[in-house]
């Protein structure tokens, strides 16, 4: 069988299929099962999604217990190491971010996570603080400064996040540092 | 693999592949060289790169000076240039009085520029202007008047201005001065809304690469330190006007960025090695290699470099555009190969070239039988896999079209776009390029699958592999879908096959055709499918927003604006008393940037308001409550209340004291913020989006109107669309299920004042009585079918370039490109159509812009006429204009009554107005616009309406004089209004799917046509070519299938047909006379060799009568030699009638499949026994097996044989060899005898043509007739007196028809 699957048409055939799973089907993103608690709809539960989630190391795993003191702490130390795992665990399918040197607006997860890697990247993190936390009609949000050296020059920023529960996650809708 | 081959080397031969390494080569040294370079400069002390650095920042310290200078040069140019306009000097001069010239001239340069210009005559008084005003600078106008040029900064607390004025001379006389306004800075963060470019500061910093600031006063240069360099800023009359200061360049801040330069240059070298290597690696070293080997070399070869360029953040770390901003587009597929749409681009095309190099493409002759050896329990289960795999396959193409969706911010279904953004075309680029390989794959699969298990096996698994996949829970492509995709490439593996075994699919171009066609029929409908969801989604996203009023953020918004407000009061102790420190504080805060109506006020110990800034529709209420706010209150108090409109107006107010610097025993002051979240307004009745964050989740953001309505207790409250009936309830299952759900949200589709909508309801606070619904229009199918037809036009692009792409490539081997009639014909007719289509869509958007403005325009007049009136009535109890008042009460009526904020301007300067605050802030000008003034108050129009702008920001203001009863001008009133974009969008839409809807039909009406045209166009052409070939090949009788056509190629098809029949009759005639003469000629030669013999015979008969008679004693003797003579003649006549008959008859052949090596032994053989010559026989290697009539073969080759045996005159040695050629089996016969002379050989061939003295010269002729009966070739070469050699050459296998 193996010769069959090495040598034949017909064998090199499923070669190149199983290389177009490898690259893309299997790992084509679904929605995250937090969106479906929303009752959001056409969602799928498929294989894909799960396998997904599985495959992102950072995403949905320590969350799922974690209050909201922890994922604040958590962002913090994440911005303050310059690293965006921690805050990307986080994050809700969509999110409002807005950051310096940019327009604000609604992004996905994914993207929200590619462009916080981008933004920490440029910068190098000298200070982050969360100053005050609150919650409002059981949103907690937290507010604080952020220091960043960029090229030499120092920059400082306010930090905003706002999170909601989703199902039984704390997740961030909002994440601004301007 | 082949034989004689080794892999991996013999490639490096070629011409390609070595231009192809040295360009590798000398890439790889400059890598080196870099390499080398960047360890050498980071190993140097960092004592080399603070002198560099010094240098540096003294050379940006420079060039930011050098800037601020150009930029006055070039105003005082520009002065100048006004200064020389003849009407600015007839005027000035006092030769006319007329200004409205001086506003036309004026406004032209004004506009151009993009600066303020005015115009002052002699006495310091204002004659004309054009755009921004600012600072009278009266002191500097009386300089310029004096004959001196000067300049100055202004400063507002929202910009920057460098005012420059040069005098007028006329005779070496001042007439006058002109002063020109350029606006330097505004301050952040308003600068992306109100300049319509960046300011200095921002481009001089872009342009060195550092930070620059300008500073004026009152802002000053503060205590120097080591990260800024300054220097003084001076006028052009010499007076120091400011300062500039650039960021210090640090030496580890050099070395950083001349090392990061280094690094990029590594990154570019590094990947073009990568790239060039991995190409010619699969292209040339694997083109030897087997199958497999080629598709595992290629799949690690290609992918390898791929995630090294992902390693290196290739492309997008040099490209940097939109294509590779993650703001834009980013997936989580394949770890990041997909994070922006340019590096999914990079995986797609990497993908596409391992299946062009790495898989050969099927062909017929490689389509094996093989599959039919092997277990049938293997093929079943190869099948099954096979069949799950599509399907699995099929799903990620859902899925990465979800992905281009939902991880995006770009708008796919908006159909006011003509065209995909350049980033959305290379998503569904992708997108169609994934669908098409998975359609080949699939089609292979198929293919595999319907071989093994036929179609009933094939049909049977296929629909289970399909109901399996319908119970999965909303499957990203529905049932029909995949069902219409599988049975669309169904169709097209049935038909790829024909009668006689062509399988025309598999050509290249057809293949492509046929991939395109199935990723079309599996990707629209999945588009289609998932915009809805996404607007869904984004609905979803907005409703949650506004249920769910986000406090703490407001809480911040106001705490933010308290820090600025104590911060900018107080850093000096006058600024609590500058009435622009309000707004100053407002622009430098959240409040601004996100676009909310806010005070931010700054109140004197005794309450006396000292500063205040208020913006944005929702400040009456904010007042009031912000008013509310005891002036101790250190904290946020919040309050609700329920203003105009659906959404609620939440309120949020906040106080704080502030020490008065340096005095600490006297009293603070209180800063305090209000800020109300609502609807967002700058202009009373209408919505724009100027100040807000542009990007937030906003009704705006929808191409599809939203309708917000409110329901309390199942009963309509309130709606945001009046064509929603106030009757209209929440239905009662509804009412029953929604809130049970969790969360609290259902989506209906329902119809609503005769109008289908799908809206979504969401239960708002914690009672449950108030439901909101979102409802979204229902998108019209032609809609819908505009945004698919952007698809296709991706498509129709991705053929084109395919075709360039093949074009150029030919012509660059050097081949001839040819186009068919019916490619011509389907090129220009779609120019033809394409053309018009786009003046037709320009125009329209002209059309319906200018139709807005219209309407606009009506809109205005009957407020401003409303206003004037008012005004014009309060204006009768006024003593003059300029002692005109308004109450701001009363101000407020009017504005309320007309639903619009207005202003009076009296002369040129700003009176009253509605919205005061917008003007004596500085956001807008409080001057009439030039234009108005001149055609109203000197051109003494009724009405008159322009464009205005705030940076980019465009809206309508119309101007009405006011007019007392004494027909005297009290002054100017004008309306404001936005220009309602989305109207506009809606117009355009609707346009535009009419446009596009009729084009749509027509192209494919042309695509269906084109073809038809063209095959009925060029058919008969096609038939007459092939007719022509046929006649060239001898068939005359045509007559029959001539085309039947009309015009100039039915002209052409019967000039056609008289030829053919005319060289018919020619040939008939030819044949003829060839066949008499041929028939002449034979029996002359038959009776010349019959005459031959019979004279001898003649003779020896009479000889042996007269010797009888005489009785001559040799009688005997005589007899015996008479006979033998007689006998031999006879015998000669024999022959010659055999070969006669040989020659003329047609043999009945029998064909079977001979052994050519024993044909040849048996014919030598023969010769062997009789003759001396010695014959050496080669047969080399196994010989295939030939189609011939054994005997036939054999007899020519015996008269070969016979021919040399005769030429060498029965002696000597004759070689004969058999062997295999590709396709072909060659004999041939070498003889040593006399040779053939060169005017004989190219008769050798004719029937009656012999050099000996016996036959009838046909054996030959008979040879060659057999030869070319199988189809094969003779040929003779020959040298006179060396001897000959006869080639002959047979097909092996099967004679061709």
Same mark, same amino acid.
């Given at each position: 069988m193996v010769y069959f699957f090495a040598s034949s048409q017909e064998g090199r055939n499923v070669f190149s299929i199983m290389l177009y799973i490898l690259l893309m089907g299997a790992w084509s993103p679904g929605a995250p099962p937090a969106e479906q608690a929303e009752g959001s709809g056409a969602l799928p539960q498929g294989a894909t999604s799960q396998l997904r989630r599985s495959l992102?190391? /950072?995403?949905?795993?320590? /969350?799922?217990?974690?209050g909201p003191r922890e994922v604040f702490t958590a962002v913090e130390q994440g911005l303050a190491a310059g690293n965006v795992e921690p805050v990307s665990t986080h994050l809700d399918s969509r999110v409002y971010m807005q950051l310096r040197g940019s327009e604000g607006g609604y992004h996905s997860s994914t993207q929200a996570y590619y462009i916080l890697s981008a933004f920490l990247k440029a910068r190098k993190p000298a200070s982050v603080a969360f100053t005050t936390y609150g919650e409002t009609d059981g949103a907690p949000y937290a507010t604080g400064a952020a220091s960043f050296i960029t090229r030499g020059m120092r920059e400082d920023l306010q930090i905003y996040v706002a999170l909601h529960l989703s199902g039984d996650r704390w997740v961030i809708t909002h994440l601004n540092m301007y | 693999m082949p034989t004689g081959s080794v892999p991996g080397v013999s490639w490096l031969s070629s011409t390609r592949s070595r231009r192809a390494l040295s360009f590798v080569g000398i890439a790889t040294v400059l890598l080196l060289g870099a390499w080398g370079l960047r360890a050498y400069e980071a190993s140097r002390p960092p004592g080399r790169w603070t002198a560099l650095a010094e240098e540096r920042s003294e050379e940006h310290l420079q060039s930011a000076a050098r800037a601020f200078t150009e930029l006055q040069r070039a105003s005082r140019e520009l002065a100048s240039d006004v200064g020389a306009i003849p009407a600015v000097i007839m005027y000035l001069n006092g030769e006319t009085t007329d200004r409205r010239p001086l506003f036309d001239a004026v406004g032209r340069i004004a506009v151009s520029s993009g600066t303020g210009i005015e115009i002052y005559d002699s006495q310091g008084e204002l004659v004309s202007w054009c755009g921004q005003s600012g600072d009278a600078g009266r002191h500097e106008i009386g300089r310029a008047l004096s004959g001196s040029i000067a300049s100055f900064v202004s400063r507002n607390a929202v910009s920057s201005q460098m005012v420059t004025a040069v005098p007028v001379r006329q005779n070496a006389r001042v007439i006058g001065a002109i002063v020109v306004r350029q606006t330097i800075e505004v301050a952040s963060p308003l600068r992306n809304r109100f300049l319509g470019r960046e300011g200095l500061a921002e481009q001089v910093s872009g342009a060195l690469g550092v930070p620059v600031e300008y500073l004026f006063p009152p802002d000053t240069v503060r205590t120097?330190?080591?990260l800024w360099r300054a220097m003084p800023l001076v006028g052009l009359d010499s007076v120091r006007v400011g300062d500039v200061r650039v960021a210090a360049t640090s030496g580890p801040g050099l070395s950083d960025q001349w090392l990061g330069f280094i690094s990029d240059v590594m990154c570019i070298l590094g990947s073009v090695i990568l790239i060039v290597l991995a190409l010619v690696t699969v292209r040339m070293a694997l083109e030897r290699v087997s199958p497999l080997q080629r598709f595992l070399g290629t799949l690690v070869i290609l992918w390898g470099a791929r995630v090294v360029l992902l390693l290196l953040d290739m492309p997008g770390r040099v490209v940097g555009t939109p294509l590779f901003d993650p703001m834009v587009y980013a997936s989580t597929f394949g770890g990041g190969l997909a994070r922006s749409a340019g590096d999914m681009m990079v995986s797609v095309v990497t993908l596409l070239l391992t299946f062009v190099l790495g898989i050969a493409p099927a062909t017929c002759t490689q389509v094996r039988e093989a599959g039919t050896r092997r277990p049938t329990a293997l093929r079943l289960l190869v099948s099954v896999i096979a069949v799950a795999l599509v399907l699995l396959l099929a799903r990620g193409v859902g899925a990465s079209v979800r992905s281009i969706l939902y991880d995006?911010?770009?708008?796919?279904?908006?159909?006011?776009?003509l065209l995909p953004l350049p980033v959305m075309g290379v998503l569904l680029l992708n997108a169609i390029l994934l669908a098409a390989m998975l359609s080949v794959v699939a089609f292979e699969a198929m293919r595999a699958v319907v071989r093994w298990i036929r179609w009933t096996g094939a049909a049977i698994l296929g629909g289970a592999g399909v109901t399996l996949y319908a119970l999965q829970d909303e499957p990203l492509i529905t049932v029909p879908v995949l069902g219409a995709w599988l049975l669309v490439m169904a169709m097209i593996l049935r038909m790829s096959t024909d009668g006689g075994g062509r399988q025309w699919l598999l050509t290249g171009p057809t293949r492509i055709l046929a991939a395109l066609l199935c990723s079309a029929v599996l990707l629209l409908p999945v588009l289609d499918r998932q915009v809805g969801d996404r607007d869904r989604s984004k609905l979803e996203t907005f409703a949650a927003e506004v249920v769910r009023p986000v406090d703490g953020w407001l809480k911040f918004i106001v705490e933010d604006g308290l820090q600025h407000l104590t911060t900018v009061v107080g850093t000096s102790p006058n600024n609590a008393a500058d009435p622009a420190v309000a707004l100053r504080a407002w622009a430098q805060s959240a409040a601004c940037r996100e676009g909310y109506s806010s005070i931010f006020e700054v109140v004197g110990?005794?309450?006396?308001?000292?500063s205040r800034f208020a913006i944005g529709g929702q400040t009456g209420v904010a007042e009031q409550v912000g008013g509310a706010v005891p002036l101790d209150t250190v904290g946020v108090l919040r309050v609700k209340s329920i203003g105009d409109g659906v959404s609620a107006v939440r309120v949020y107010a906040g106080s704080v004291p502030v020490p008065v610097v340096p005095d600490p025993d006297r009293p603070p002051v209180h800063v305090r913020v209000t800020v109300a979240a609502g609807e967002e307004q700058l202009f009373r009745g209408a919505n724009p989006a100027v100040l807000r964050g542009l990007s937030r989740e906003t009704l705006e953001s929808f191409y599809r109107p939203i309708t917000i309505t409110e329901y309390r207790d199942g009963l309509f409250l309130r709606s945001t669309n009046k064509a929603f009936p106030f009757t209209h309830v929440l239905p009662q299952d509804l009412r029953e299920s929604l809130p049970a759900r969790v969360p609290p949200m259902e989506w209906r589709s329902e119809v609503i004042g005769g109008s289908p909508y799908e809206s979504f309801y969401v239960v708002r606070g914690d009672e449950g009585r108030s439901v909101v619904g979102l409802s979204m229009e229902d998108q019209p199918l032609i809609m819908r079918l505009v945004g698919l037809v952007k698809v296709v036009f991706v498509y129709v692009l991705l053929l084109a370039c395919w075709g360039v792409t093949i074009v150029v490539r030919r012509r660059l081997a050097g081949e001839k490109v040819q186009f068919t009639f019916r490619d011509r014909l389907l090129g220009m007719m779609f120019l033809v159509t394409l053309v018009p289509l786009g003046v037709l869509l320009l125009y329209s958007q002209l059309d319906v812009r200018d139709r807005m403005i219209e309407s606009t325009a009506l809109r205005l007049e009957d407020q401003t006429s409303g206003i004037a009136q008012d005004i014009a009535g309060i204006g009768e109890h006024a003593d003059a204009s300029s002692e005109l008042e308004v109450r701001p009460d009363r101000v407020e009526l009017i504005a309320s009554n007309a639903g619009t904020d207005f202003n009076l301007y009296v002369g040129n300067e700003l009176r009253i107005s509605s919205r005061p605050e917008l003007y004596t802030s500085g956001l807008l000008d409080p001057r009439i616009s030039g234009s108005a003034y001149a055609e109203v108050v000197l051109g003494g129009k009724w009405f008159w309406v322009e464009t205005e702008h705030i940076g980019q920001f465009r809206y309508v203001v119309g101007y009405r004089p006011v007019i007392d009863a004494a027909g005297g001008v009290i002054g100017v009133v004008s309306v404001p209004t936005v220009f309602r974009q989305d109207e506009l969008d809606r117009g355009l839409v609707a346009r535009h799917a009419v446009l596009f809807g009729v084009y749509a039909v027509v192209l494919l009406a042309m695509l269906i046509i084109t073809p038809v045209l063209a095959h009925r166009f060029a058919s008969p052409v096609l038939q007459l070519t092939s007719l022509a070939r046929a006649v060239g090949k001898?068939?005359?009788?045509i007559s029959r299938r001539l085309p039947r056509a009309d015009g100039e190629i039915g002209e052409l098809v019967h000039a056609f047909d008289s030829m053919t029949q005319e060289i018919a009759r020619s040939r008939d005639s030819l044949v003829k006379v060839e066949r008499e003469l041929a028939w002449k000629e034979m029996a002359r030669q038959v009776a010349h060799e019959i005459r031959n013999p019979l004279t001898p015979m003649k003779l020896s008969i009479q000889h042996l009568r007269r010797t009888y008679l005489d009785g001559a004693p040799d009688f005997p003797d005589i007899m015996e030699r008479v006979t033998r003579t007689t006998i031999a003649q006879i015998d000669a006549l024999g022959r010659i009638a055999a070969e006669f008959a040989s020659f003329a008859r047609m043999p009945r052949r029998v064909v079977v499949a001979c052994d050519p090596g024993e044909i040849v032994r048996e014919a030598v053989a023969l010769f062997r026994q009789d003759t001396a010559v010695r014959f050496e026989l080669q047969a080399e290697g196994p010989l295939p097996s030939i189609q011939a009539d054994r005997e036939e073969l054999r007899r020519a080759c015996i008269n070969i044989i016979r021919n040399g045996v005769q030429a060498m005159g029965g002696a000597g040695v004759m070689e004969v060899r058999v062997s295999a050629a590709p396709g072909l089996v060659q004999i041939s016969f070498t003889d040593h005898g006399t040779g053939i002379p060169d005017e004989v050989k190219p008769k050798l061939f004719q029937p009656k043509f012999s050099t000996k003295t016996d036959g009838m010269g046909l054996g030959l002729a008979i040879v060659k007739k057999t030869i070319d009966d199988l189809g094969g070739t003779i040929t003779i070469e020959s040298t006179v007196g060396k001897g000959t050699t006869v080639v002959i050459g047979i097909p092996a296998g099967e004679i061709p028809a």
């Amino acid at each position: 069988m193996v010769y069959f699957f090495a040598s034949s048409q017909e064998g090199r055939n499923v070669f190149s299929i199983m290389l177009y799973i490898l690259l893309m089907g299997a790992w084509s993103p679904g929605a995250p099962p937090a969106e479906q608690a929303e009752g959001s709809g056409a969602l799928p539960q498929g294989a894909t999604s799960q396998l997904r989630r599985s495959l992102l190391p /950072s995403r949905g795993k320590e /969350s799922v217990a974690a209050g909201p003191r922890e994922v604040f702490t958590a962002v913090e130390q994440g911005l303050a190491a310059g690293n965006v795992e921690p805050v990307s665990t986080h994050l809700d399918s969509r999110v409002y971010m807005q950051l310096r040197g940019s327009e604000g607006g609604y992004h996905s997860s994914t993207q929200a996570y590619y462009i916080l890697s981008a933004f920490l990247k440029a910068r190098k993190p000298a200070s982050v603080a969360f100053t005050t936390y609150g919650e409002t009609d059981g949103a907690p949000y937290a507010t604080g400064a952020a220091s960043f050296i960029t090229r030499g020059m120092r920059e400082d920023l306010q930090i905003y996040v706002a999170l909601h529960l989703s199902g039984d996650r704390w997740v961030i809708t909002h994440l601004n540092m301007y | 693999m082949p034989t004689g081959s080794v892999p991996g080397v013999s490639w490096l031969s070629s011409t390609r592949s070595r231009r192809a390494l040295s360009f590798v080569g000398i890439a790889t040294v400059l890598l080196l060289g870099a390499w080398g370079l960047r360890a050498y400069e980071a190993s140097r002390p960092p004592g080399r790169w603070t002198a560099l650095a010094e240098e540096r920042s003294e050379e940006h310290l420079q060039s930011a000076a050098r800037a601020f200078t150009e930029l006055q040069r070039a105003s005082r140019e520009l002065a100048s240039d006004v200064g020389a306009i003849p009407a600015v000097i007839m005027y000035l001069n006092g030769e006319t009085t007329d200004r409205r010239p001086l506003f036309d001239a004026v406004g032209r340069i004004a506009v151009s520029s993009g600066t303020g210009i005015e115009i002052y005559d002699s006495q310091g008084e204002l004659v004309s202007w054009c755009g921004q005003s600012g600072d009278a600078g009266r002191h500097e106008i009386g300089r310029a008047l004096s004959g001196s040029i000067a300049s100055f900064v202004s400063r507002n607390a929202v910009s920057s201005q460098m005012v420059t004025a040069v005098p007028v001379r006329q005779n070496a006389r001042v007439i006058g001065a002109i002063v020109v306004r350029q606006t330097i800075e505004v301050a952040s963060p308003l600068r992306n809304r109100f300049l319509g470019r960046e300011g200095l500061a921002e481009q001089v910093s872009g342009a060195l690469g550092v930070p620059v600031e300008y500073l004026f006063p009152p802002d000053t240069v503060r205590t120097p330190d080591s990260l800024w360099r300054a220097m003084p800023l001076v006028g052009l009359d010499s007076v120091r006007v400011g300062d500039v200061r650039v960021a210090a360049t640090s030496g580890p801040g050099l070395s950083d960025q001349w090392l990061g330069f280094i690094s990029d240059v590594m990154c570019i070298l590094g990947s073009v090695i990568l790239i060039v290597l991995a190409l010619v690696t699969v292209r040339m070293a694997l083109e030897r290699v087997s199958p497999l080997q080629r598709f595992l070399g290629t799949l690690v070869i290609l992918w390898g470099a791929r995630v090294v360029l992902l390693l290196l953040d290739m492309p997008g770390r040099v490209v940097g555009t939109p294509l590779f901003d993650p703001m834009v587009y980013a997936s989580t597929f394949g770890g990041g190969l997909a994070r922006s749409a340019g590096d999914m681009m990079v995986s797609v095309v990497t993908l596409l070239l391992t299946f062009v190099l790495g898989i050969a493409p099927a062909t017929c002759t490689q389509v094996r039988e093989a599959g039919t050896r092997r277990p049938t329990a293997l093929r079943l289960l190869v099948s099954v896999i096979a069949v799950a795999l599509v399907l699995l396959l099929a799903r990620g193409v859902g899925a990465s079209v979800r992905s281009i969706l939902y991880d995006s911010t770009l708008t796919f279904g908006d159909p006011a776009l003509l065209l995909p953004l350049p980033v959305m075309g290379v998503l569904l680029l992708n997108a169609i390029l994934l669908a098409a390989m998975l359609s080949v794959v699939a089609f292979e699969a198929m293919r595999a699958v319907v071989r093994w298990i036929r179609w009933t096996g094939a049909a049977i698994l296929g629909g289970a592999g399909v109901t399996l996949y319908a119970l999965q829970d909303e499957p990203l492509i529905t049932v029909p879908v995949l069902g219409a995709w599988l049975l669309v490439m169904a169709m097209i593996l049935r038909m790829s096959t024909d009668g006689g075994g062509r399988q025309w699919l598999l050509t290249g171009p057809t293949r492509i055709l046929a991939a395109l066609l199935c990723s079309a029929v599996l990707l629209l409908p999945v588009l289609d499918r998932q915009v809805g969801d996404r607007d869904r989604s984004k609905l979803e996203t907005f409703a949650a927003e506004v249920v769910r009023p986000v406090d703490g953020w407001l809480k911040f918004i106001v705490e933010d604006g308290l820090q600025h407000l104590t911060t900018v009061v107080g850093t000096s102790p006058n600024n609590a008393a500058d009435p622009a420190v309000a707004l100053r504080a407002w622009a430098q805060s959240a409040a601004c940037r996100e676009g909310y109506s806010s005070i931010f006020e700054v109140v004197g110990p005794d309450g006396t308001p000292l500063s205040r800034f208020a913006i944005g529709g929702q400040t009456g209420v904010a007042e009031q409550v912000g008013g509310a706010v005891p002036l101790d209150t250190v904290g946020v108090l919040r309050v609700k209340s329920i203003g105009d409109g659906v959404s609620a107006v939440r309120v949020y107010a906040g106080s704080v004291p502030v020490p008065v610097v340096p005095d600490p025993d006297r009293p603070p002051v209180h800063v305090r913020v209000t800020v109300a979240a609502g609807e967002e307004q700058l202009f009373r009745g209408a919505n724009p989006a100027v100040l807000r964050g542009l990007s937030r989740e906003t009704l705006e953001s929808f191409y599809r109107p939203i309708t917000i309505t409110e329901y309390r207790d199942g009963l309509f409250l309130r709606s945001t669309n009046k064509a929603f009936p106030f009757t209209h309830v929440l239905p009662q299952d509804l009412r029953e299920s929604l809130p049970a759900r969790v969360p609290p949200m259902e989506w209906r589709s329902e119809v609503i004042g005769g109008s289908p909508y799908e809206s979504f309801y969401v239960v708002r606070g914690d009672e449950g009585r108030s439901v909101v619904g979102l409802s979204m229009e229902d998108q019209p199918l032609i809609m819908r079918l505009v945004g698919l037809v952007k698809v296709v036009f991706v498509y129709v692009l991705l053929l084109a370039c395919w075709g360039v792409t093949i074009v150029v490539r030919r012509r660059l081997a050097g081949e001839k490109v040819q186009f068919t009639f019916r490619d011509r014909l389907l090129g220009m007719m779609f120019l033809v159509t394409l053309v018009p289509l786009g003046v037709l869509l320009l125009y329209s958007q002209l059309d319906v812009r200018d139709r807005m403005i219209e309407s606009t325009a009506l809109r205005l007049e009957d407020q401003t006429s409303g206003i004037a009136q008012d005004i014009a009535g309060i204006g009768e109890h006024a003593d003059a204009s300029s002692e005109l008042e308004v109450r701001p009460d009363r101000v407020e009526l009017i504005a309320s009554n007309a639903g619009t904020d207005f202003n009076l301007y009296v002369g040129n300067e700003l009176r009253i107005s509605s919205r005061p605050e917008l003007y004596t802030s500085g956001l807008l000008d409080p001057r009439i616009s030039g234009s108005a003034y001149a055609e109203v108050v000197l051109g003494g129009k009724w009405f008159w309406v322009e464009t205005e702008h705030i940076g980019q920001f465009r809206y309508v203001v119309g101007y009405r004089p006011v007019i007392d009863a004494a027909g005297g001008v009290i002054g100017v009133v004008s309306v404001p209004t936005v220009f309602r974009q989305d109207e506009l969008d809606r117009g355009l839409v609707a346009r535009h799917a009419v446009l596009f809807g009729v084009y749509a039909v027509v192209l494919l009406a042309m695509l269906i046509i084109t073809p038809v045209l063209a095959h009925r166009f060029a058919s008969p052409v096609l038939q007459l070519t092939s007719l022509a070939r046929a006649v060239g090949k001898g068939d005359l009788d045509i007559s029959r299938r001539l085309p039947r056509a009309d015009g100039e190629i039915g002209e052409l098809v019967h000039a056609f047909d008289s030829m053919t029949q005319e060289i018919a009759r020619s040939r008939d005639s030819l044949v003829k006379v060839e066949r008499e003469l041929a028939w002449k000629e034979m029996a002359r030669q038959v009776a010349h060799e019959i005459r031959n013999p019979l004279t001898p015979m003649k003779l020896s008969i009479q000889h042996l009568r007269r010797t009888y008679l005489d009785g001559a004693p040799d009688f005997p003797d005589i007899m015996e030699r008479v006979t033998r003579t007689t006998i031999a003649q006879i015998d000669a006549l024999g022959r010659i009638a055999a070969e006669f008959a040989s020659f003329a008859r047609m043999p009945r052949r029998v064909v079977v499949a001979c052994d050519p090596g024993e044909i040849v032994r048996e014919a030598v053989a023969l010769f062997r026994q009789d003759t001396a010559v010695r014959f050496e026989l080669q047969a080399e290697g196994p010989l295939p097996s030939i189609q011939a009539d054994r005997e036939e073969l054999r007899r020519a080759c015996i008269n070969i044989i016979r021919n040399g045996v005769q030429a060498m005159g029965g002696a000597g040695v004759m070689e004969v060899r058999v062997s295999a050629a590709p396709g072909l089996v060659q004999i041939s016969f070498t003889d040593h005898g006399t040779g053939i002379p060169d005017e004989v050989k190219p008769k050798l061939f004719q029937p009656k043509f012999s050099t000996k003295t016996d036959g009838m010269g046909l054996g030959l002729a008979i040879v060659k007739k057999t030869i070319d009966d199988l189809g094969g070739t003779i040929t003779i070469e020959s040298t006179v007196g060396k001897g000959t050699t006869v080639v002959i050459g047979i097909p092996a296998g099967e004679i061709p028809a």
